[in-house]
């Protein structure tokens, strides 16, 4: 118990750069994480529970603290987590704290009930320069693998005898 607790931080392998540019080592990220994301789980709680955007940051959020919980080592965050470095992450969780207050202010999600939307419909040519967004003819490869394709999936006849589908 002893050295887990004294010897394990004198273990741990420090890191001395990010290796980005204005991005500083962030000595105990693992625990600035940890803080970061309580702290988002919190103040997420602000948004309504049926936008799609407290679900997103809810989700993402809950796992990155779970791992975070889990490891006790920066190499093994950044591993398991995928998304980068952890002074990365700890600036994401920022980002998103403010985020979550803009998001909040703003309110993107508070449209009235009796809010009427215009819907212009106008008939007039669209103008030479506003691309179409047509897609071209498809080769004539696909149309080849296409009949082919379903020619497979046409049951064979075997026998004489009628086939039960």
Same mark, same amino acid.
Not at 37 to 63: C, M, N, W
Not at 111 to 134: G, L, S, W
Not at 152 to 157: A, H
């Given at each position: ?21 204005? +991005? ?7 625990? $600035? +994480? ?6 988002? +789980? ?8 049926? &936008? ?19 490891? &006790?080592?920066? =190499? ?9 470095? $952890? =002074?990365?992450?700890? =600036? ?7 985020? /979550? ?16 939307? &215009?819907? /212009? ?24 693998? +296409?009949?082919? $394709? ?14 039960? &589908?």
């Amino acid at each position: 118990m002893f050295l887990r607790l004294i010897a394990r931080p004198l273990m741990a392998k420090v890191k001395e750069t990010t290796g980005i540019a204005g +991005l500083d080592v962030v000595p105990n990220a693992r625990e $600035v +994480l940890i803080g970061l994301y309580t702290k988002t +789980l919190k103040e997420i709680q602000a948004v309504p529970e049926d &936008e799609g955007y407290r679900k997103a940051v809810e989700s993402f959020t809950r796992h990155r603290l779970k791992v975070c919980q889990e490891e &006790e080592d920066w =190499e093994m965050i950044e591993k398991r987590l995928g998304c980068g470095q $952890v =002074e990365e992450l700890v =600036e994401e969780a920022r980002d998103e704290l403010t985020l /979550i207050g803009k998001m909040i202010e703003w309110d993107p999600w508070g449209v009235p009930d009796d809010y009427e939307c &215009e819907v /212009i419909e106008n008939d007039a040519p669209i103008p030479k320069h506003v691309p179409q967004h047509r897609p071209g003819p498809l080769p004539e490869e696909f149309y080849k693998t +296409l009949e082919a $394709v379903s020619k497979k999936d046409e049951p064979k006849i075997t026998s004489g005898e009628p086939q039960i &589908e």
